[in-house]
């Protein structure tokens, strides 16, 4: 009797530890979901930006050897830009949209650093699709290493359990230039949109391998029309881990991260199986954002060395994409990279909320900046106008920090 007895304990000891793990993990799924749904409240979003850790899984990306800061020779900024006619004030610009941070580099020297709303400099920011464009170096390094033989060939010869499905028949270049093809629904407005159910994904520890594969429909044909869709960067990186037969996170420390020098840490936020969230989980210190403009400006050599083959540089940054599905949208698109309206051989990384890495190569100038800004898409032309009034002031530091004018005078 009193072995049954011990056992029926036993029992309800493993049922009440197995309610308790269990209670314990759903707890912290919907304390995670919370802060997902209210990321972008005002009173949360420039704190929540610089401890994205706290709210998601993440992963450190390891560094080795010794940090290399930039030397820094700070000049007074530039006090104005012009905008359609207008003369305003750059102040005025960084209080309105929100900026955390912003930092200028000219010629591997900072010339002009600021931190905003309580910031610091020691703040790991989230890149949100500035990540698009050190994914883009990712595959430059597999590219020039042999890993990946042809940018026609299909990413299903490398990822097979995307057989089947939305990218059934799109090729790596496809890919590359955002004309997959697929339907996905990139209103961040939209709370049953397909971008904030990914983000859900992400927060409940799913997989996004498991989500991307999942994804059955089509558009239009592969490579007919440009639509910007995140999830073909979460893609590229299933089939860049293929190729390569390593992490994202690996390939990224080996490859490009310990030939930089950062100053600081950096993490990517990741799914619940470690995948990195590479269409926009980069968080580092905004000056180390300011290494990628760097080592692009300098063709893919960071202080005389190859790191990005310089073939790879020439063509990621070219608009290459087909033309757009959206009118709204006016700049070029290359390989994960954007082209500013009448560029002088200008690009950028963008993400949403106000992020920027710019990189000016005739004016020898790379402008960073992060932010907060809650109204990036409240022009009426799905925050366009906004991007092209911001370009206008990275041009307008530019020409004040570099010896360089904007062909055809005024924005």
Do not use: C
């Amino acid at each position: 009797m009193k072995t049954v007895i011990r056992t029926g304990l036993r029992i309800i000891a493993v049922l009440v530890l197995v309610a308790f793990v269990a209670a314990v993990w759903n707890r912290e799924r919907l304390v995670r979901l919370y802060h997902v749904t209210s990321l972008f409240d005002a009173e949360n979003i420039v704190g929540n930006f610089s401890h994205m850790a706290d709210i998601f899984f993440s992963a450190p990306i390891p560094t080795s050897g010794e940090p290399r800061p930039w030397p820094v020779a700070l000049a007074p900024m530039p006090e104005t830009y012009a905008w359609q006619g207008e003369t305003k004030s750059i102040a005025d610009r960084l209080e309105r949209t929100a900026v955390t941070s912003l930092v200028v580099v000219r010629d591997g020297t900072i010339v002009a650093e600021d931190y905003y709303l309580g910031t610091t400099r020691e703040d790991r920011r989230i890149s949100w699709s500035m990540a698009k464009s050190f994914l883009s170096a990712l595959f430059g390094i597999a590219v020039g290493e042999g890993k990946i033989a042809s940018l026609d060939a299909r990413v299903t010869d490398y990822v097979p359990e995307l057989a089947g499905g939305a990218y059934e028949g799109a090729t790596i270049r496809n890919v590359l230039n955002m004309a997959s093809g697929i339907r996905f629904n990139e209103d961040y407005l939209d709370f049953n949109s397909d971008i904030n159910r990914m983000g859900r994904v992400l927060a409940l520890g799913k997989s996004m391998n498991a989500f991307a594969a999942e994804l059955k429909e089509k558009e239009r044909e592969p490579g007919t029309a440009r639509q910007y869709v995140s999830i073909d960067t979460h893609v590229l990186g299933m089939v860049l881990s293929a190729a390569t037969g390593k992490s994202v996170i690996d390939y990224f420390a080996e490859k490009l991260w310990s030939k930089l020098g950062p100053e600081g840490d950096a993490y990517y936020l990741t799914d619940g199986y470690g995948v990195p969230f590479v269409l926009g989980g980069l968080n580092m210190e905004t000056r180390d954002y300011a290494r990628l403009g760097q080592l692009y400006l300098d063709g893919g050599r960071w202080q005389g060395t190859e790191v990005v083959p310089e073939d790879w540089v020439r063509q990621s940054v070219a608009p290459s994409a087909p033309p757009v599905s959206n009118p709204n949208d006016v700049f070029g698109y290359g390989y994960q990279w954007w082209v500013p309206v009448d560029a002088d051989g200008e690009f950028y990384a963008v993400g949403i909320y106000g992020q920027y890495i710019y990189v000016n190569p005739k004016a020898r100038i790379v402008v960073v900046q992060t932010a907060a800004d809650r109204n990036f898409r409240a022009d009426g032309h799905d925050g366009h106008i906004v991007k092209q009034e911001t370009i206008a002031m990275f041009r307008a530091i530019a020409e004040h920090y570099g010896d360089w004018r904007l062909p055809g005078g005024n924005n």
